[in-house]
């Protein structure tokens, strides 16, 4: 299991390449690369965070998601700091010797990201202006199908 935060450019095609390479023996690879999204004025994002807090939950979390779905190798990336609309904010990779564990696990481990990492997100627009964001409970509707007994099958 690899966590990094980085406020430097996320290269998901890098990270897929090095991490596939490294998972010779895996019979499946799932990735998630998630982007900054644009429109309705949005320039960009910013992420806030708070140093080893920040850091630690997210390899909670990937520690958490890896014994659960018993993979063979996790990867997170994840950016912080000024993020502009088109570029990789996170990525994901998870290696299984089966698919279903490999994509439960990208999946998890996403939707407990956008709930549960430590971070403080605002939305930049063109003018200048800043709105903080909030996870939506969608977000959390997501996040709790993983705390259910039945492994978040639906």
């Given at each position: 299991?690899?966590t990094?935060?980085t406020?430097?450019?996320?290269?998901?095609?890098a990270?897929l390449?090095?991490?596939?390479?490294?998972?010779?023996?895996?019979g499946?690879?799932?990735?998630?690369?998630?982007?900054?999204?644009?429109?309705?004025g949005?320039?960009?994002?910013?992420?806030?965070?708070?140093?080893?807090?920040?850091?630690?939950?997210?390899?909670?979390?990937?520690?958490?998601?890896?014994?659960?779905?018993?993979?063979?190798?996790?990867?997170?990336?994840?950016?912080a700091?000024?993020?502009?609309a088109?570029?990789?904010?996170?990525?994901?990779?998870?290696?299984?010797?089966?698919?279903?564990?490999?994509?439960?696990?990208?999946?998890?481990?996403?939707?407990?990201?956008?709930?549960?990492?430590v971070?403080?997100?605002?939305?930049i627009?063109?003018?200048?202006?800043?709105?903080r964001?909030?996870?939506?409970?969608?977000?959390?509707?997501d996040q709790?199908?993983?705390?259910?007994?039945?492994?978040?099958?639906?």
């Open positions: 299991m690899e990094r935060l406020t430097e450019t996320i290269d998901a095609a990270e390449d090095r991490f596939t390479k490294a998972v010779p023996g895996a499946a690879v799932v990735s998630f690369t998630g982007i900054v999204r644009g429109g309705n949005v320039t960009a994002l910013e992420l806030d965070h708070y140093p080893g807090m920040t850091e630690a939950s997210i390899e909670s979390l990937a520690r958490e998601t890896g014994s659960r779905f018993g993979i063979s190798s996790l990867l997170a990336v994840h950016r700091g000024h993020i502009p088109g570029e990789t904010v996170v990525f994901v990779a998870a290696a299984a010797e089966h698919r279903r564990a490999a994509f439960q696990a990208a999946d998890c481990l996403m939707d407990r990201l956008k709930t549960d990492a971070f403080w997100k605002r939305e627009t063109a003018g200048g202006g800043a709105r964001i909030e996870p939506h409970d969608k977000d959390h509707e709790r199908r993983w705390m259910e007994d039945d492994g978040g099958h639906r």
